[in-house]
């Protein structure tokens, strides 16, 4: 079974004030300090922040399902403005998901004016485990989304 899930949020934030951060490990450290009640750490387990750097995704104490787990970033795209992330340890690949795919990007919308925070979940789950598929949630990435245009807002 193949899936994909997708959320759009525009922000008052031009695009590349965005991909400053979206395109480095400032989101890392940004999400665990805006949301700490949704992750708790993301630390780098190798490499600088560029294609083939592993994260490790931990989320706090009492989260369901998931508790950790290790992406690494598969594509960094200057130009396009996207960044994709691949599972490769932990997470939904042990509740039988066989690919589990981040990608986000910032298009720009007004120049220097609004941006669109793109976020989208791509998936495959194997057979006999279709049914955990319902956990799929782009609501962690919504979050972010919304806590980083209105910290970046709010911060000029």
Known sequence: MVGKVE?????????SELWEIYGSLELANLVTKLLPDVFKSVEVVEGDGGVGTVLKVVFPEGTSLVTYFKEKIIVIDNEKRLKVTELIEGGFL???FSLYRVSLQI?????????????SIEYEVEPGSEGNASFISVQPLQLAAEAIGKYLTEKV
């Open 7 to 15: 959320h759009e949020l525009e922000v008052n934030v031009p695009a």
């Open 94 to 96: 042990n509740l039988g």
């Open 107 to 119: 298009i720009e919308k007004d120049s220097n004016l609004s941006s669109i925070i793109k976020s």
